[in-house]
C-alpha cells in the first residue's frame, strides 16, 4: 500500500508526541538509520576490544550447544545473545554467542565441546553484527505488516477486538485480570507493571488465554533470563496441552541438560524438559502450590497437568532431518519465546508468523526492536513493562539515536500516568513495606499498595548518613569515586551477610545468588566497590555493578551508594526531579531490595547541593522521617 494511502488515523496519535506525521516507510528508514548510527560508534568501539576471563566451567547443555561460564576480572554490563570470538591462545579460536553477563561471570554458548583446561581466554565481541542484521530485518518489513506496529507506536489508537468473558482466576488479582481482559478486548494493549506487581504472571495469564483462544503466541524480551522466566510462567499455566518452545540458548538451569559434562553423553538437539514448579516466583505466596490453570469461555480453572519446555537451537543443523525437526517444532508450537535479538538473526520466525506478539520488559528494550518483533503479530500486540524505570541505552548521542534508541515505547506511545490505553498493575508483592513507600511516594503517587502477607515481613529502609567522615568524591576515567561511600557499602552488606548468607534467586530459579548487592550509580565506584568486597573475601558473597545492570533483577538486600560529594557538584544524571533520568534511576536502584534497603549518603552536602524537587532529595527526606 504507498504511504500516502494510509489511514487519517495514523496521525492522531503521533502528532502529540512528535508534532509531525510519518508514514510507515519514512519511520521505517528514521529506524534504520538510527541504528546505523549507532553501528559507527559500536565499530568504534568494539575494534581491537578483547575482555580478559579465567577460571573457565562446563556447567551443561542447551540444545546442541555447551554452555560455559568464565570469571571477569572487573565488572562490565555485555548485551546478551551478542556473536562472540572465543581465543584459548594464539592458534586456538572458537566462535559461540554471549548467554548473559553478572557482575563476576560471563556464560556464553559454544556449538563444540572446549577443552577441559580453561584458565585463561580472550573474548571479542561483535555487537556490530546484531545492529547490522537489525537493520536489513527492518528493510524486509513489508508495509501490509506495519499496521500493529504503527499502532503500538502510538500513530492511532488501538481498535476493539472482541469482548471478554467473565474472568476469574485464583492465581490473579484483579488488576491482572484487568490486563488480561484488555489484552482480549484490544489489538494493541500497554501494561504498566511496577516492581514486583506479578508482570510476568499478568503476560502468562494473557499467553493462555489467547491460546485457548486459537491464537500462536511469540513472547520476547531483551534477556535471556527474562524470556525464560517468561517462558517457564507461561508453561506452567498452559501445562501439557500446547507446545511452548524456548527458541535459542536459556540462561536458567531449569531450562538447561544438568547431566551435560565435558567428558559425558551429548546432549539432544531439541530436549523436552519436564517443569518442576515449585520454583519460586516473583508471586509466590499467593496460593499457587504449583498448581497449572487453563483458561475457558468463562473462567480459568486448574486442570491439575505438568508443563514442558521444548528447547530449540536458533542455528540451522547441518543434519537436513535435525534440521527438518527443528523447523517443524517452530511451526507447530503454539507458544516460543526469544529474545529480541533472536528476532532479529532468525528469519524461520517469520514464517509462518504468529497472532500475537508479547512484549516483555518493553520499556527497556530499542525502539527499532519493538518494531520488527511487533511486525511479526497478526491480530495483537502486548507491551508490558514500567515507564518509570530506566530506558535503553546507546553508544551514541546522535539525533537519531536520542529519538529512537534511548527512549521506551510508552515514551513513544505519548502514555500519560493516567491513560486508559494502559493497564496500572497496582499490588506489589517484592518489597517490605519500609521500601514500598519510598517508591511509591516519590514514583507512582501513591497508586501501589502492598500485598497483604508484607505487612508481617521482617526488614526496613535505612539511611546511613556520611557527612561526619568528611568524603570526598573524584572523577576517574569520566567517572566518579568515593572512598569513603566505598568503604561503608562493603562495612553495611558486611553487617547484612552477618545476619544470613544466600538464598534462591528469583531472578532465575534454582541458582543460589549472594542475597546482597550494592548499587551504585558509576561505572568506576562499582569496580572500586568490587576490588573492596575482594580484599575482605566477600566478592563470592556480594553482588556489586551499577544501576542500569540490576534493571530487572532483585535481592534479598541492597545497598544503595550515592557516591555524590565534594568538591565536585551532582551530577544531572542522579539530581533531577519527577520524570526526569533521575527519577528512574532510583527508583531501580531502590525497588530492586525485597526486605531491606540501606542508602549511603552524604545528607548534608546533598541537601545543600540539590534543588527542590529532586528525587534523591525526596528519598532522603523520607529516609529521615521529614
Known amino acids: 500500500m504507498p504511504s500516502g494511502e494510509w489511514p487519517d488515523s495514523y496521525a492522531e496519535g503521533e502528532h502529540g508526541a512528535w508534532g509531525y506525521f510519518l508514514t510507515p516507510a519514512d519511520l521505517l528508514d528514521e529506524l534504520a538509520a538510527a541504528v546505523e548510527e549507532e553501528l ?38 555485555l548485551p546478551d545473545d551478542v556473536p562472540l570470538r572465543i581465543e584459548l591462545s594464539a592458534d586456538e579460536t572458537y566462535t559461540g554467542q554471549l548467554v548473559t553477563a553478572t557482575a563476576f561471570e560471563v556464560t556464553l554458548a559454544c556449538g563444540v565441546r572446549l577443552p577441559e583446561k580453561l584458565s585463561t581466554a580472550n573474548l571479542t565481541l561483535n555487537t556490530s553484527f546484531l545492529l547490522e542484521q537489525l537493520m536489513l530485518r527492518l528493510s524486509e518489513i513489508e508495509p501490509d505488516d506495519c499496521d500493529l506496529p504503527m499502532a503500538l507506536f502510538g500513530f492511532r489508537q488501538p481498535k476493539a477486538a472482541g469482548k471478554a468473558p467473565a474472568l476469574d482466576d485464583p492465581e490473579a488479582n484483579e488488576f491482572q485480570l484487568e490486563a488480561l481482559r484488555a489484552a482480549i478486548e484490544r489489538d494493541v494493549t500497554y501494561v504498566w507493571g511496577p516492581p514486583g506487581t506479578g508482570k510476568t504472571t499478568a503476560l502468562a495469564l494473557i499467553a493462555e ?19 525464560d522466566n517468561a517462558i517457564l510462567k507461561v508453561a506452567e499455566r498452559i501445562g501439557g496441552d500446547a507446545s511452548v518452545v524456548r527458541f535459542g540458548t536459556p540462561q536458567l538451569p531449569a531450562l538447561r541438560d544438568p547431566l551435560a559434562t565435558p567428558s559425558g553423553p551429548r546432549g539432544s538437539l531439541m530436549q523436552t524438559l519436564p517443569l518442576p514448579f515449585d520454583l519460586p516466583s516473583p508471586a509466590a505466596g499467593k496460593g499457587q502450590g504449583g498448581r497449572t490453570w487453563r483458561s475457558t469461555e468463562n473462567h480459568l480453572h486448574s486442570p491439575g497437568g505438568e508443563g514442558t519446555v521444548t528447547v530449540v537451537p536458533a542455528k540451522r543443523l547441518s543434519d537436513p532431518k535435525d534440521e527438518a525437526a527443528r523447523q517443524r517444532m517452530l511451526r507447530q508450537a503454539r507458544v516460543v519465546g526469544a529474545t529480541l535479538t533472536r528476532v532479529a538473526l532468525a528469519p524461520e520466525l517469520a514464517s509462518p508468523g504468529f497472532d500475537a506478539v508479547l512484549l516483555d520488559e518493553a520499556s527497556a528494550s530499542q525502539l527499532p526492536a519493538v518494531f520488527a518483533a511487533a511486525a511479526l503479530a497478526g491480530s495483537k500486540v502486548v507491551a508490558l513493562g514500567d515507564p518509570k524505570q530506566l530506558p535503553p541505552v546507546a553508544l551514541s548521542n546522535g539525533p537519531l539515536s536520542r529519538r529512537w534508541l534511548q527512549r521506551d515505547i510508552f515514551a513513544q506511545a505519548g502514555l500519560e500516568d493516567e491513560d486508559d490505553r494502559a493497564v496500572l498493575l497496582r499490588e506489589q508483592y517484592r518489597m517490605h513495606p519500609a521500601i514500598s513507600r519510598l517508591s511509591n511516594g516519590l514514583v507512582y503517587s501513591g497508586r501501589l499498595h502492598d500485598a497483604p502477607r508484607l505487612r508481617l515481613a521482617a526488614g526496613g529502609a535505612y539511611l546511613v548518613d556520611t557527612a561526619g567522615q568528611s568524603p ?3 572523577r576517574q576515567d569520566g567517572s566518579r569515586v568515593n572512598r569513603v561511600h566505598a568503604e561503608a557499602a562493603v562495612s553495611a552488606a558486611a553487617k547484612i551477610l552477618s545476619q544470613g548468607s544466600t538464598r534462591a534467586n528469583h531472578d532465575a530459579p534454582g541458582v543460589t545468588m549472594p542475597s546482597v548487592a550494592i548499587i551504585a550509580p558509576y561505572r568506576a565506584q562499582a569496580r572500586l566497590i568490587w576490588r573492596l568486597l575482594r580484599d575482605a573475601r566477600l566478592d563470592k558473597s556480594v553482588d556489586v555493578g551499577t544501576v542500569h545492570r540490576f534493571q530487572g533483577l532483585e535481592r534479598k538486600a541492597i545497598v ?7 568538591p565536585e557538584r551532582p551530577a544531572p544524571f542522579v539530581s533531577g526531579g519527577y520524570g526526569s533520568e533521575a527519577m528512574r534511576l532510583i527508583n531501580v536502584a531502590i525497588t530492586r531490595a525485597q526486605s531491606e534497603l540501606v542508602v549511603i549518603a552524604n545528607v548534608e552536602y546533598l541537601c545543600h547541593m540539590l534543588r527542590q524537587g529532586s528525587t534523591l532529595l525526596g528519598l532522603l527526606a523520607l529516609l529521615s522521617g521529614e
Open 40 to 77: 559507527l560508534e559500536v565499530r568504534a568501539s568494539e575494534a581491537a576490544r578483547r575482555i580478559p576471563v579465567h577460571n573457565g566451567r562446563c556447567v551443561g547443555q542447551a540444545g546442541s550447544d555447551w554452555l560455559y561460564t568464565f570469571g571477569l576480572q572487573y565488572p562490565m554490563t
Open 209 to 227: 488465554a489467547l491460546v485457548g483462544r486459537g491464537l500462536r503466541v511469540l513472547a520476547v524480551a531483551s534477556t535471556n533470563v527474562a524470556v
Open 472 to 474: 570526598r568524591c573524584e
Open 560 to 566: 544503595f551508594d550515592t557516591v555524590e560529594g565534594p
